[in-house]
């Protein structure tokens, strides 16, 4: 193949590779979609240059492959398009093994942290994302992308499914220990939890606001927000069911600078997020925020004086580590910076940084697991500058994933 072919493989590769999603999960989606529609527009704007010139040349063989989400319908090939040969795969004898749950080879499989594929061709429309739960695996599809075009779906152990809910219209969000489900659906925010039979069952309802998803669990409160334009989360806000009724007050998070939320600490009683060290004040420096979800959205601690933060944040589970993107360093490339929550807002420092454009997945409290762009896997520790290869039990050879956490 030559370095043309290879560029349009991978620009177009790139457009279908992810299916269409309809909310990403909280500690990724919230400020992510940016960097998705950027990086596409530039894919795309290459690749229709690169084209042109191939027809002038005489024209060159194009071959795709798709893996992973999008926020637009999955492209397929011509019926005559030659699939990509799979690349030889690096020996792995020597390296560390680990599992872990993640939907690969375009999400028509999950991947069992014991290595076992369960095929997903049971469930109707196109599978996106899902969580790990006592009882197997909540997995929502897409059947289209206007509202009410999701649905919900139970993997069980055995590879059967049950389909929890339908006429979905964001998807949903799980609580950390896996028990309780915010949802929108015909024009509610509803909060409900999985019984034992099987079943989801509705705790509380509100009329929903015009533009509005929900986005994370806090303790008691839901955090939903949209994009006003068109890129990553810029608008959020709070239900708190207990409360009763949704009363909308986005203006509130804009009036304390909050610029994004990447989660909840462990015990739900804080968001963590970056807000303006100065709001009101015209200054662009930001701040790592502690945030009230009960209180309208109320910064209650900012810790300054951090890498300025890009798009992406991951707070560990136990709500010991934040990894957040950042352009710590002088050479203008993204790194992850790490930050100790437990001295953050008395005495805030960097504690550590791996060479990561993007965070990936906490596996642990002090390890996380990223995807490389050789489709490789990397384990990074808190405390160590670089990351080790690992081989992930049952992984086919090729495909890009999509993790699934396990909640407790």
Not at 46 to 70: D, K, M
Not at 186 to 202: E, M, R
Not at 235 to 241: L, T
Not at 295 to 312: H, K, T
Request: hydrophobic content about 40%.
């Amino acid at each position: 193949m030559t370095d043309l072919e290879e560029v349009v493989r991978e620009a177009l590769s790139d457009r279908v590779r992810e299916q269409p999603q309809m909310t990403e999960p909280a500690s990724r989606a919230i400020i992510g979609a940016a960097a998705v529609r950027r990086r596409r527009a530039l894919l795309a704007a290459g690749a229709i240059v690169i084209v042109l010139i191939a027809v002038v040349s005489g024209g060159v063989a194009l071959r795709s492959r798709g893996t992973g989400p999008a926020l637009e319908p999955p492209i397929s090939p011509s019926a005559s398009a030659e699939p990509p040969p799979s690349p030889t795969p690096s020996p792995t004898s020597s390296l560390p093994s680990i599992g872990m749950s993640a939907l690969v080879q375009d999400q028509t499989n999950l991947l069992t942290q014991d290595g076992r594929l369960l095929s997903l061709s049971s469930l109707e429309g196109q599978p996106g994302r899902g969580y790990q739960i006592a009882g197997g695996w909540l997995v929502s599809t897409f059947i289209g992308v206007s509202a009410g075009a999701g649905e919900l779906w139970l993997l069980r152990p055995d590879g059967s499914a049950l389909r929890l809910l339908d006429q979905l219209d964001a998807d949903i969000v799980v609580s950390p220990d896996g028990r309780r489900l915010a949802w929108r659906s015909a024009g509610k925010l509803v909060v409900g939890h999985l019984d034992g039979t099987g079943t989801v069952v509705s705790d509380a309802s509100t009329p929903a606001p015009e533009r509005g998803d929900p986005l994370a669990f806090a303790g008691s409160a839901v955090l939903i927000g949209y994009s006003s334009t068109g890129g990553g989360i810029d608008n959020f806000d709070v239900w708190v069911p207990q409360q009763g009724r949704y009363t909308p007050s986005w203006d509130q998070a804009q009036a304390n600078g909050i610029i994004s939320i990447y989660g909840a600490t462990a015990d739900g009683r804080w968001l963590l997020g970056m807000a303006l060290a100065a709001p009101g004040s015209g200054g662009k420096d930001s701040c790592l925020a502690r945030i009230d979800p009960l209180n309208r959205l109320r910064v209650v601690a900012r810790a300054c004086g951090l890498p300025a933060p890009g798009e992406w944040g991951e707070v560990s589970p136990d709500g010991h580590w934040l990894a957040y993107q950042s352009l710590e360093g002088t050479d203008g490339r993204w790194r992850t910076t790490l930050v100790d929550l437990t001295t953050a807002f008395g005495q805030p420092k960097v504690a550590g940084a791996w060479p990561l454009e993007y965070p990936g997945m906490w596996t642990g409290p002090d390890t996380m697991v990223t995807q490389g762009v050789d489709e490789r896997f990397y384990r990074y520790r808190v405390g160590q500058p670089t990351g080790e290869e690992v081989q992930v039990l049952g992984m086919p050879p090729v495909g890009k994933v999509i993790f699934v956490p396990v909640l407790s």
